[in-house]
């Protein structure tokens, strides 16, 4: 009976350690495990940030330095006449090697936006489809910062390669001094 006794108390004992001592411990540890696993995933993602934060930095600064680039290639004038006239001039140069044949040449009022000067020049003419492709191939290849802002075209001659009556309202960027 006293070796029942004993068994009985041993068992007690066992059942009081599982329940009052290693069941707040297992609990406790499952917490710190949630906490570490909470800290790691933010840990983690600001590591991501600061990577991110680093490539941000670096294409922010190549941006910059292409703009400054593309800034060199803007006209500098000194005169809102000086600034429509070369722009005429380009657009007419760019006119005569694609063979288009120009009737008008037409200015709109001058803008200004942030130190810049945009000049808007109207051309009328007349040419066929691949005269056309040509000059906006020109214009697009151009280191002068131009835009098409109206394009209107009319068909004449429904033969194999018809006239074309364009109009084309162009706006240049030149930077004021």
């Given at each position: 009976?006293?070796?029942?006794?004993?068994?009985?108390?041993?068992?007690?004992?066992?059942?009081?350690?599982?329940?009052?001592?290693l069941t707040?411990?297992?609990?406790?540890?499952?917490?710190?495990?949630?906490s570490i696993n909470a800290k790691y995933a933010t840990l983690s993602k600001?590591?991501?940030?600061?990577?991110?934060e680093k490539e941000t930095g670096s294409e922010i600064k190549n941006a910059t330095h292409e703009l400054e680039r593309m800034e060199k290639n803007i006209r500098a004038v000194s005169d809102e006449s000086i600034a429509f006239a070369k722009?005429?001039?380009?657009l007419q140069d760019m006119a005569d090697k694609s063979s288009?044949?120009?009737v008008a040449?037409?200015?709109?009022?001058?803008?200004?936006?942030s130190g810049y000067l945009i000049v808007p020049v109207e051309m009328e003419g007349t040419a066929d489809i691949k005269a056309l492709n040509e000059f906006f191939r020109l214009m697009d290849s151009s280191r002068d910062y131009m835009?098409?802002?109206?394009?209107?075209?009319?068909?004449?001659?429904l033969g194999a390669?018809?006239?074309?009556?364009?109009?084309?309202?162009?706006?240049?960027l030149s930077r004021k001094i």
């Amino acid at each position: 009976m006293r070796q029942q006794v004993i068994a009985i108390a041993i068992i007690a004992l066992a059942l009081g350690l599982y329940f009052y001592i290693l069941t707040p411990i297992a609990t406790e540890r499952e917490d710190i495990k949630k906490s570490i696993n909470a800290k790691y995933a933010t840990l983690s993602k600001y590591e991501q940030f600061i990577t991110k934060e680093k490539e941000t930095g670096s294409e922010i600064k190549n941006a910059t330095h292409e703009l400054e680039r593309m800034e060199k290639n803007i006209r500098a004038v000194s005169d809102e006449s000086i600034a429509f006239a070369k722009l005429q001039s380009r657009l007419q140069d760019m006119a005569d090697k694609s063979s288009i044949n120009i009737v008008a040449v037409r200015t709109r009022p001058a803008t200004t936006s942030s130190g810049y000067l945009i000049v808007p020049v109207e051309m009328e003419g007349t040419a066929d489809i691949k005269a056309l492709n040509e000059f906006f191939r020109l214009m697009d290849s151009s280191r002068d910062y131009m835009k098409v802002d109206k394009f209107e075209i009319n068909a004449s001659g429904l033969g194999a390669d018809p006239t074309l009556r364009v109009r084309v309202l162009v706006e240049g960027l030149s930077r004021k001094i």
